[in-house]
């Protein structure tokens, strides 16, 4: 490809920042909603406060090369401070915040950080709790000072105190500054991410200024993004999505990145700012539309009619204006009443009145939750990508978009499917290698830069779309050697709203069985409705009525599995509600909510013994740890309920 | 002066108390025939968490009523900051800088969790209400800067969120909250606290906690606070005042209390023949 406009001006961020300083001084980089009022810093601050963050760091002593931890919640000062990094030699390392001390030991020594940027006191105290283990660690430094005051350790430092250091310094080590930035060019390691370990211990992906860089322009042209958009930052920063979003196309196209004020007013933020461009993973759109839901029953008579049916019609007209289909003048008409009655009230309280471009991924998204926000004229798209990529492998160009694929390659990606059905691609932003494990290197990119996703999908011949059906280990075969596919049912169950998350077991097996959370949100709010009491998480879960109505809810998803003849086999003959929601505290779900399947094999085994020797309840006892780590037991018996199978009848005949 | 005498003292985790911003001296108070609180001294000192305890009936309410200004004991002297207290009202109280929170939460349900903060500003609301009434200048001036004292305890409290929602429609724990949020706006040098813990679940009473120590710590207010609930108090008060019976029956640090034969007697009970 082309590189000759990126090199030496727009190669790394440091030099990007520099030149949206030029073009675009006044114009607000970032903004964060402090005390009730939005603050916002323009490119020229930020740049201005970039380069004294850089300073001050190296005063401190950072040394090119060298690794900087950067754990807390999206803030403005921590996404410049990450540009510092870079402009100062050294290299981004950004963390979880919601980690315990013992993950982010693993991390901090795995990369040995020699400085670590932390959010606030519940960030500093985790790492001073775990400093003695780390030989590396230089500096901590903290944005926010409540609660530190009275912390005296030599090697602690407010972010003002940095900022200070870095302006008082900047006569003395201005050239010194312009000489590091300058020696970094497009080869470079831009980002160190890990991935969240899915299974086994995180892994250090090195991503190198072209990986991000050219990815953040690709993407950034694919959705014509532009200057005048803004974005709503919310998701993690350790996250490779927000890296791209908020740091990449953000500074590429030098559009304003948005912080909430805190982690629960989101939606208010959201309203507030009105983003124009929007990501969020189908559990968030999952939870918005049964929030809509839920209010729309408490609402009176006329507004309940009024919703019903322009919402028939949005379902029939929105998709179809959107991707520029022929609608009759009609149906125009009454998508540009419901438009002013129902559709732009509702937007704006989502705050999705400006998106222009919307992308879901991570997981699968029901049709029904992706079509409603389709016909409301949100133009909500599906993405497919890893870290490993720089996010994007597949996604939708506008006017192709459909709930069961994940796109067309992206631009200068290319991809192949193995024999086994995994799929393989190569893009600029496939990723330099894992830090300090040339094994797992070599396992993932072979030498043309192949990289295996993991996961196993295909081509849509007609569209050239790709459709994923499952991660390519976790796909099996039963007992009498038909298919196992767990995720495309736990896909099916996780459509329904009471349905939070479930795990789906039935390799190797005669057939297949499944654990079952409950949506405390929309099981709970159903309860209240009802006047049915109950005391607890999970007195609710094992509610006759709530059994009863996820074993329909199984029940539809055999017939639906069933009708595909491959995946027949996969239907569920017996399930349990689990006492408890699976949590990424007890090590259940990855930091991104993602199952993990062998943690949860070996911690519920017993149950899932019960689930196979015909026994109507089991006894659970199951360790828990609490938010601030002290850990708990949780007992008590669960039913276990057989839910009707529609039966296979294809297997002999192909048996023959 | 004597009693602003400078026996300070440090504690465990390195904070200074000064010297006595409350002295409370041979209170007596009494309903008719009924003796609520019988000849009881002891002080407050500046900076510190000082806790009020005893069984149910005790007399602890009725204690804080009375360093309120709510009750007016028949015998005995009260003195803030070096001065004897006459009586006073309510009001006069919270403008001499003292802010309580109540056991059953007397918030204004209809209203927001900001405007219920905000009421707490009332005393430092000083233009007059025509100047109110035409807005523009020392009424709208006095409104921002009370704003922002708001807004950076609903930031410290962690209660951005519901801002704007009415406070009848929250839980419980949030409530009492936005209730120690409205005493602080008041930015009291002396906080009464009547059973902060009360009906709270153990996360909530954590947070609750940590609250309070984050008050003490950050802005120096100094805490009095009655409550229930043993352990709680145990950990965070720097000294305790044991209550039984309206009388006194034990005061130091909760180790000492922890200590005190009487105090175990009132807590587990033995027959008073």
Known sequence: MDESDLVGVRDTFPKLMALNAQRFGDQSAYRVKEYGIWQSWTWSEAHSDMRAMAIGLMSLGLEMDDHVAVIGTNRPELYIMMSAISAAGGVPVPIYQDGVAEEIAYVLDHCSAKFVICDDQEQVDKVLDIQDRLPDLRQIVYRDPRGLRKYTQDDLHSLDSVLKLGRDEAASLGAALDVAINARGIDDTCVMLYTSGTTGRPKGVVLSNRNIIVTAKNSAEFDDLVQTDSVLAYLPMAWVGDFIFSMGQAQWTGFCVCCPEAAHTMQTDLREVGPSYFFAPPRFFEGLLTNVMIRMEDASKWKQKLFHKYMAVAKEVGPRLLDGESVSTSQRLSYAIGNVLVYGPLKNTLGMSKVRVGYTAGEAIGPEIFDFYRSLGINLKQLYGQTEASVFITQQPDGQVRADTVGVPSPEVELKIAENGEVFYRSPGTFVRYYKNEESTADTKDAEGWVATGDAGFIEKESGHLRIIDRAKDVGQMADGSLFAPKYVENKLKFFPNILEAVVFGNGRDYCTAFLNIDLGSVGNWAERNNIAYASYQELAQHPQVQETLQKHVEEVNLSVAEDEMLAGCQIHRFLILHKQLDADDGELTRTQKVRRRIIEERYGDLITALYDGSATVFADTEVTYEDGRKGRVKGMLDIRDAKTVPVRTKQVAAE | MNDMSPDSYTTADGRTIGGKIMEVKNIT????????????????????????????????????????????????????????????????????????????????????????????????????????????????????????????????????????????????????????????????????????????NVEEKEDMSRFILDVNDEFGTTIALIEHDMGVVMDISDRVVVLDYGKKIGDGTPDEVRANPEVIDAYLGVSHD
């Not at chain 2, 007016?72 to 001065?83: A, D, K, M, S, V």
């Not at chain 2, 007059?128 to 950076?152: C, L």
């Not at chain 2, 949030?174 to 009464?192: N, S, T, Y």
């Open chain 2, 29 to 200: 108070l009494r309903f008719g025939g009924v003796v609520a609180i019988k000849d009881i001294s002891f002080d407050i000192r500046e900076g510190e968490i000082r806790a009020i305890i005893g069984p149910n009936g005790a007399g602890k309410s009725s204690m804080l009523n009375v360093i309120n200004g709510f009750y007016h004991p028949q015998e005995g002297e009260i003195l803030f900051r070096g001065e004897k207290r006459g009586p006073m009202k309510p009001y006069q109280i919270a403008q001499q800088g003292i802010a309580r929170t109540f056991q059953n939460i007397a918030l204004f349900k209809g209203m927001s969790t900001l405007d219920n903060i905000m009421t707490g500003r009332f005393t430092h609301m000083k233009a007059p209400v025509w100047k109110q009434a035409i807005w523009r200048g020392e009424a709208e001036r006095e409104e921002i800067e009370n704003r922002e004292v708001v807004e950076k305890i609903i930031d410290f409290l962690e209660i951005q969120a519901i801002r704007k929602t009415p406070v009848g429609r929250l839980p419980y724990g949030l409530q009492k909250r936005v209730e120690l949020g409205r005493a602080l706006a008041a930015e009291p040098k002396l906080l009464l606290l009547d059973e902060p813990m009360a009906g709270m």
